[in-house]
Structures are given as structure tokens and as C-alpha cells.
């Protein structure tokens, strides 16, 4: 299996496609690009010229398969549906060498059913899962699925970690890996305290940005919750907050995303960013996201 590549296909190049690819590009690598819309390269040119990488090692091709057999290791961003994964799979395993690994940016699919499509080489299949955007954020869950070979694993955890990302490996598929599956359950009970009308969407945007959120940007919620409990530690947490912890379980939220909560959610942040540019407050966000990045490098941090 490939542990270091040179050149590496990026196949679909919407949001998190293009994202990717600029990261790829700013560590020195080669992409070779492929997407089925008509307006696909000038889109990715625009959005990889707006993150600051050099497009001078950018090749667009309009056959993925063409992507595939020239690359070291592919990373597919294909629509989120098992049918166009299974189909965009399919041709990416016809096509590249049998040691390269595909990587699927799927969200939430399972590894072994994205694996489906691969009828050549199924054990080099996997999910590596970033967060977007990947030219930002560190994480990317690798998943293997029933098939994926334990080199094909090791290449992909190899490679991420090798272009500065911080992989971690997940020990059993489950829809929605781990980081998103933690992210419904904090959404759940979100959305459930706007549904029973406790606070508004942006009141607890503010009690996440403004609190919890501030201390797991740097620390993990267990190690957070490991130095809330003086020098009893998690166990000391455990014994004396774990009771109240469970009846506040008992009376935690399940929402269904009904019309009507669905319209409440989007009026809430709609009021909360009255004015504000999507595109103008994203970028703000990616820059502190920076300067927190460079912050944590700069410290001895798990
Ligand atoms: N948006 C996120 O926050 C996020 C985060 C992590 C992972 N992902 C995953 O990344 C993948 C892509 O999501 P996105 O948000 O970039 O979606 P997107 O809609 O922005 O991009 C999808 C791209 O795929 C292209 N496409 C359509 N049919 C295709 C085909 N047959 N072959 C190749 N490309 C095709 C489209 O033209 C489009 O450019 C999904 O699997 C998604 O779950 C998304």
C-alpha cells in the first residue's frame, strides 16, 4: 500500500472536494481533479485560488477514472448517496493501481457498503472522513469496512497524518462515524430546547461558542471533564456529578424534524445573523480557526 503520495485524485469538487484539494496542493502535492459538472474546473479553480493554494500542480481531467489510474491515493467527495457512491467507486477501482487506497469523504454511509461499488480491489476501500473545511480543520476518521485490509488502514493513516492531519481510526463502522454522531447528539437536544421554547437559537449558539465550546476546541470533553474534578480527577466527577448527570439524561430531548421545527430552527439563525455575509463570516471563522491552530501547535497539548 502507498504510505507516501505524490499525486493524489480528488473526485467530485463541490465544498469539500475543492477544500481538500487546496490542501493537497499547499503540502506540495500533485491533484488531478475530476467532476461531472459542466462548470466543475472553474468552480474548483475559483475556490482553490480563494484559499491561497497554487494551482500550478492542478490538473483537471473530465474522466475520473483518468483521475484514478494516475493518482497515488484518491480521495472521492461524490453526493452523499449510496447509488452515485457506488457507481463513482466502481469506476475509481477499474481504474487505479490495485495498492492505491480510495478514500471516501462520505459523512456517514458505512465503509462496507460504499465498498460495494469496488469490484476489483474492495480492500482498499475506506471512509476518511474530514471535517469541514479539511484545508482547516486536523480530523479525519478512517473507517474500514468489513474488506478493507489492514496495510490499506495503515497507508491512509500514514498519508493523513504525513499532509498534517490528525486521523483517528474507528474500530467498528457505524453510520455517521464518531465526531458527527457526538455532533447529532448535542444537535438533538439543541433543537429540543427551541422546540419546548427554554432559549433562543442564538442564546445557545452563545452557550456552546461562549462556553463548552472555548475548552473542547483544546481539550477532549473526558479530559475536560477529568480536570473539572480537582485531584479526584474523572472518578471524583463521576461519583459525585454522575447521579444528577443521569436524571438530566432522563429529561434530555428527541426531536423530529417536523416542518414546523425545521422553519423555527432556520427563522432562529436567520434573526441571529441578521445582515451578517455567509461567505464574509465563514472566512472570519476559518482566520480565528488559524489562529487557534497555531496557538495549540505552540503548547504541549494531547
Ligand atoms: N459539507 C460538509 O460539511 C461535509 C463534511 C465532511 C464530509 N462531507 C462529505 O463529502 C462528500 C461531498 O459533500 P459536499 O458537501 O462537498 O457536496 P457538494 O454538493 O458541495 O459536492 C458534490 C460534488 O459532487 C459532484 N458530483 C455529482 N455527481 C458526481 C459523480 N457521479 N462523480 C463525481 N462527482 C459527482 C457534484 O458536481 C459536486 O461538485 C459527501 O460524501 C459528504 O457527505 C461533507
Redesign the pocket.
Known sequence: MTTVAARVAI?????????WAAHFLRHGLEVVA????PD?EE?LRADVAGIGADQARLRFVAD?GEAAAAADFVQ?????RED??H??IA?LDAAARPEVVIA??????LPSVIARGAAAHPERVLVG??????HVIPLVEVVPGERTSEAAVEAALAFYTAIGKRPIRLRQELPGHIA?RLQAALWQEAYSLVERGVASVADIDTAISHGPGLRWAVLGPFANQHLSGGPGGLAHVLEHLGPPTERWWRDLGSVTLTPELAATLVAGVDEELAGRDPAALAATRDAVLDQLLAAKTSHDLP
Request: aromatic residues 2%; negative net charge; glycine residues 12%.
Open positions: 473526485v467530485g469538487t463541490g465544498v469539500i472536494g475543492a477544500s475530476s467532476d461531472p459538472a466543475a468552480r475520473p472521492e467527495n461524490g453526493p452523499e452515485v457512491k457507481a463513482v469506476a471516501s469523504s462520505s459523512s456517514g454511509l472522513h474530514p471535517f469541514n473545511p479539511p458527527n
